[in-house]
């Protein structure tokens, strides 16, 4: 059972970063998968998630409008693409997968490090 999440780095600001999720050994499509954010010192922070289905959607205020989630069954990965980023988004990524049967199961990635410096 395994989430992996990539592809942060280093990016201006003003620039754009798409993070991937790659899910396996679970059934992807029972589940929904969000995207965490942690500063040092800080919980983490949920910036968005999609349902199972894919048909649902949330974003926070803080990125809406210039974050875009969205899944690949076949894939079985979710993916977050960031526009527009700001200097406050820095932090460690984390995608998380929680059951649609069980709310209680959840699955933790590692995290990918996004720095948005000039």
């Known amino acids: 059972v395994q989430l992996q999440a990539y592809g942060g780095g280093l990016v201006q600001p003003g620039g754009s970063l798409r993070l991937s999720c790659a899910a396996s050994g679970f059934t992807f499509n029972d589940y929904a998968i969000a995207w965490f954010r942690q500063v040092p010192g800080k919980e983490r922070e949920a910036d968005s998630c999609?349902?199972?289905?894919?048909?649902?959607?949330y974003y926070s205020d803080s990125v809406k409008g210039r974050f875009t989630i969205s899944r690949d069954t076949a894939k079985s990965s979710v993916y977050l693409q960031m526009n527009s980023l700001k200097s406050e988004d820095t932090a460690v990524y984390y995608c998380?997968?929680?059951?649609?049967?069980?709310?209680?199961?959840?699955?933790w990635g590692q995290g990918t490090q996004v720095t948005v410096s000039s």
């Open positions: 998380n997968a929680r059951s649609m049967y069980n709310p209680n199961v959840t699955k």
């Open positions: 999609i349902s199972s289905s894919g048909e649902d959607i």
